[in-house]
Protein backbone atom coordinates (compact mmCIF):
# COMPACT_ATOMS: atom_id res chain seq x y z
CA UNK A 1 0.00 0.00 0.00
CA UNK A 2 1.62 3.77 -0.69
CA UNK A 3 1.84 5.91 1.59
CA UNK A 4 3.48 9.15 2.67
CA UNK A 5 5.99 10.42 5.84
CA UNK A 6 5.99 13.66 6.41
CA UNK A 7 9.74 14.16 8.38
CA UNK A 8 9.18 16.79 11.42
CA UNK A 9 5.45 18.05 12.74
CA UNK A 10 7.09 21.68 13.01
CA UNK A 11 9.27 23.24 11.44
CA UNK A 12 10.10 27.19 11.94
CA UNK A 13 12.26 29.29 9.98
CA UNK A 14 13.42 33.05 9.52
CA UNK A 15 10.94 35.50 6.91
CA UNK A 16 13.20 35.23 4.08
CA UNK A 17 15.31 31.96 4.88
CA UNK A 18 14.53 28.75 2.89
CA UNK A 19 11.81 26.77 3.41
CA UNK A 20 12.35 23.12 3.33
CA UNK A 21 9.58 20.29 4.50
CA UNK A 22 10.23 16.91 3.89
CA UNK A 23 8.00 14.01 2.44
CA UNK A 24 9.23 10.29 1.43
CA UNK A 25 6.54 8.29 -0.11
CA UNK A 26 5.92 4.42 -0.10
CA UNK A 27 4.96 3.01 -3.38
CA UNK A 28 5.54 0.00 -5.61
CA UNK A 29 4.93 1.70 -8.56
CA UNK A 30 5.16 5.04 -9.94
CA UNK A 31 2.84 7.21 -7.90
CA UNK A 32 1.34 10.82 -8.07
CA UNK A 33 2.44 13.05 -5.68
CA UNK A 34 1.09 16.16 -4.11
CA UNK A 35 1.57 19.12 -1.49
CA UNK A 36 -1.24 20.45 -0.05
CA UNK A 37 -1.61 23.72 2.20
CA UNK A 38 -3.85 24.48 5.08
CA UNK A 39 -5.08 27.89 6.54
CA UNK A 40 -6.26 28.24 9.60
CA UNK A 41 -10.08 26.89 9.29
CA UNK A 42 -9.91 26.61 5.88
CA UNK A 43 -9.90 23.65 3.92
CA UNK A 44 -6.90 22.06 1.83
CA UNK A 45 -5.67 24.03 -0.89
CA UNK A 46 -3.64 22.59 -3.92
CA UNK A 47 0.22 23.96 -4.14
CA UNK A 48 1.52 21.68 -6.40
CA UNK A 49 1.64 18.04 -7.81
CA UNK A 50 3.69 15.40 -10.12
CA UNK A 51 2.03 13.19 -12.30
CA UNK A 52 4.73 11.28 -14.41
CA UNK A 53 5.87 14.86 -15.79
CA UNK A 54 8.47 16.82 -15.27
CA UNK A 55 10.77 15.73 -11.79
CA UNK A 56 10.95 19.52 -11.32
CA UNK A 57 7.33 20.77 -10.05
CA UNK A 58 6.14 24.61 -9.71
CA UNK A 59 3.33 25.37 -7.53
CA UNK A 60 1.75 28.36 -6.45
CA UNK A 61 3.08 30.95 -3.83
CA UNK A 62 6.83 30.31 -5.05
CA UNK A 63 6.60 26.46 -4.12
CA UNK A 64 8.49 23.84 -6.01
CA UNK A 65 8.93 19.92 -5.77
CA UNK A 66 11.16 18.06 -7.05
CA UNK A 67 10.49 14.32 -7.36
CA UNK A 68 13.58 12.13 -6.59
CA UNK A 69 13.03 8.25 -7.58
CA UNK A 70 16.12 7.18 -5.91
CA UNK A 71 15.47 8.99 -2.55
CA UNK A 72 11.57 8.05 -2.76
CA UNK A 73 10.98 11.91 -2.22
CA UNK A 74 9.05 14.64 -3.05
CA UNK A 75 10.81 17.40 -0.64
CA UNK A 76 8.98 21.16 -0.85
CA UNK A 77 10.86 24.16 -1.15
CA UNK A 78 10.61 27.84 -1.12
CA UNK A 79 13.26 30.25 -1.30
CA UNK A 80 12.64 32.90 0.79
CA UNK A 81 9.40 32.28 3.35
CA UNK A 82 7.15 34.89 3.74
CA UNK A 83 4.92 35.83 6.62
CA UNK A 84 1.93 34.41 5.13
CA UNK A 85 3.48 31.12 4.58
CA UNK A 86 2.55 29.94 8.23
CA UNK A 87 0.14 27.10 7.69
CA UNK A 88 -0.15 23.30 7.82
CA UNK A 89 1.13 21.37 5.18
CA UNK A 90 0.17 17.76 3.74
CA UNK A 91 1.89 15.91 1.25
CA UNK A 92 -0.02 13.08 -0.40
CA UNK A 93 0.02 10.31 -3.03
CA UNK A 94 -2.19 8.83 -5.31
CA UNK A 95 -1.54 5.35 -7.14
CA UNK A 96 -3.28 6.23 -10.17
CA UNK A 97 -6.95 5.76 -8.70
CA UNK A 98 -8.12 8.60 -7.19
CA UNK A 99 -7.81 8.05 -3.88
CA UNK A 100 -5.38 10.05 -1.72
CA UNK A 101 -3.68 9.12 1.25
CA UNK A 102 -2.26 12.09 3.51
CA UNK A 103 0.85 12.34 5.43
CA UNK A 104 0.22 13.52 8.86
CA UNK A 105 1.59 17.29 8.15
CA UNK A 106 3.74 19.83 9.07
CA UNK A 107 3.32 23.12 10.68
CA UNK A 108 5.33 25.70 9.37
CA UNK A 109 5.99 28.82 11.37
CA UNK A 110 7.63 31.43 10.01
CA UNK A 111 9.40 34.22 12.42
CA UNK A 112 9.98 37.72 12.18
CA UNK B 1 -17.71 28.61 -9.58
CA UNK B 2 -18.30 28.36 -6.18
CA UNK B 3 -16.16 25.50 -5.52
CA UNK B 4 -16.81 22.67 -3.23
CA UNK B 5 -19.72 24.03 -0.59
CA UNK B 6 -19.80 21.81 2.50
CA UNK B 7 -22.66 22.56 5.42
CA UNK B 8 -23.00 23.36 7.96
CA UNK B 9 -19.99 24.97 8.96
CA UNK B 10 -20.01 23.93 12.58
CA UNK B 11 -22.31 21.34 14.40
CA UNK B 12 -22.45 21.01 17.92
CA UNK B 13 -24.78 17.84 19.05
CA UNK B 14 -25.68 15.73 21.94
CA UNK B 15 -24.16 12.41 22.02
CA UNK B 16 -27.24 9.62 20.61
CA UNK B 17 -27.89 12.46 17.87
CA UNK B 18 -28.53 11.99 14.28
CA UNK B 19 -25.68 14.05 12.18
CA UNK B 20 -25.77 14.72 8.69
CA UNK B 21 -23.38 16.64 6.83
CA UNK B 22 -23.99 17.65 3.30
CA UNK B 23 -21.58 18.27 0.46
CA UNK B 24 -22.03 20.06 -3.20
CA UNK B 25 -19.31 19.02 -5.26
CA UNK B 26 -17.93 21.17 -8.35
CA UNK B 27 -19.97 20.75 -11.15
CA UNK B 28 -18.76 18.19 -13.80
CA UNK B 29 -16.41 16.51 -11.53
CA UNK B 30 -17.17 13.00 -11.35
CA UNK B 31 -15.50 12.23 -8.27
CA UNK B 32 -16.65 13.09 -4.40
CA UNK B 33 -14.39 12.26 -1.36
CA UNK B 34 -15.47 12.61 2.64
CA UNK B 35 -12.58 12.77 4.73
CA UNK B 36 -12.10 13.00 8.67
CA UNK B 37 -9.36 15.10 10.13
CA UNK B 38 -8.42 14.88 13.80
CA UNK B 39 -5.20 15.44 15.89
CA UNK B 40 -4.25 12.01 16.64
CA UNK B 41 -5.26 10.21 13.37
CA UNK B 42 -4.65 12.88 10.61
CA UNK B 43 -6.47 13.38 7.58
CA UNK B 44 -8.65 9.79 6.55
CA UNK B 45 -10.21 9.22 3.61
CA UNK B 46 -13.42 7.48 4.94
CA UNK B 47 -15.20 7.21 1.45
CA UNK B 48 -15.53 8.05 -2.27
CA UNK B 49 -17.85 8.26 -5.12
CA UNK B 50 -17.50 7.63 -9.11
CA UNK B 51 -20.55 9.03 -10.80
CA UNK B 52 -22.01 9.18 -7.90
CA UNK B 53 -21.31 5.12 -6.80
CA UNK B 54 -19.74 4.66 -3.71
CA UNK B 55 -16.68 2.87 -4.98
CA UNK B 56 -14.42 2.19 -1.77
CA UNK B 57 -15.97 2.59 1.81
CA UNK B 58 -13.32 0.61 3.75
CA UNK B 59 -12.56 4.10 5.83
CA UNK B 60 -15.81 4.27 7.36
CA UNK B 61 -15.46 3.51 10.99
CA UNK B 62 -18.47 1.52 11.62
CA UNK B 63 -22.17 1.10 11.08
CA UNK B 64 -23.03 4.12 12.27
CA UNK B 65 -21.34 5.97 9.60
CA UNK B 66 -23.19 6.07 6.24
CA UNK B 67 -22.73 8.17 3.16
CA UNK B 68 -25.29 8.71 -0.22
CA UNK B 69 -25.02 10.76 -3.41
CA UNK B 70 -28.46 10.67 -5.26
CA UNK B 71 -27.07 12.73 -7.59
CA UNK B 72 -24.00 14.68 -9.09
CA UNK B 73 -24.57 17.59 -7.18
CA UNK B 74 -25.28 16.40 -3.71
CA UNK B 75 -23.82 14.30 -1.09
CA UNK B 76 -24.17 13.58 2.38
CA UNK B 77 -22.29 11.79 5.13
CA UNK B 78 -24.86 10.41 8.30
CA UNK B 79 -23.48 9.57 11.63
CA UNK B 80 -26.42 7.84 13.84
CA UNK B 81 -26.50 7.67 16.70
CA UNK B 82 -23.18 9.75 17.22
CA UNK B 83 -20.69 9.08 19.93
CA UNK B 84 -18.13 12.45 21.23
CA UNK B 85 -15.29 9.93 19.71
CA UNK B 86 -16.80 11.56 16.05
CA UNK B 87 -15.79 14.92 16.72
CA UNK B 88 -14.04 16.18 13.93
CA UNK B 89 -13.51 18.50 10.95
CA UNK B 90 -15.48 16.63 7.96
CA UNK B 91 -14.35 17.98 4.80
CA UNK B 92 -15.86 16.45 0.98
CA UNK B 93 -13.94 16.97 -1.92
CA UNK B 94 -14.15 16.28 -5.77
CA UNK B 95 -12.48 15.91 -9.00
CA UNK B 96 -12.73 15.16 -12.76
CA UNK B 97 -11.22 11.74 -13.79
CA UNK B 98 -7.63 12.13 -14.75
CA UNK B 99 -6.86 15.88 -13.50
CA UNK B 100 -6.00 14.71 -10.16
CA UNK B 101 -6.63 18.34 -8.93
CA UNK B 102 -8.77 17.48 -5.99
CA UNK B 103 -10.78 21.12 -4.60
CA UNK B 104 -12.10 20.67 -0.77
CA UNK B 105 -14.90 22.56 0.83
CA UNK B 106 -14.23 24.37 4.15
CA UNK B 107 -14.86 21.34 6.09
CA UNK B 108 -17.56 20.71 9.21
CA UNK B 109 -16.54 20.99 12.35
CA UNK B 110 -18.44 18.71 14.52
CA UNK B 111 -18.57 18.87 18.17
CA UNK B 112 -20.58 15.95 19.89
CA UNK B 113 -21.12 16.54 23.71
Known amino acids: AQSVTQLGSHVSVSEGALVLLRCNYSSSVPPYLFWYVQYPNQGLQLLLK??????LVKGINGFEAEFKKSETSFHLTKPSAHMSDAAEYFCAVSKGAQKLVFGQGTRLTINP | DAGVIQSPRHEVTEMGQEVTLRCKPI?????LFWYRQTMMRGLELLIY????????DSGMPEDRFSAKMPNASFSTLKIQPSEPRDSAVYFC???????????FGSGTRLTVV
Open chain 2, 93 to 103: ASSRAQVYSYT
Open chain 1, 50 to 55: YTSAAT
Open chain 2, 27 to 31: SGHDY
Open chain 2, 49 to 56: FNNNVPID
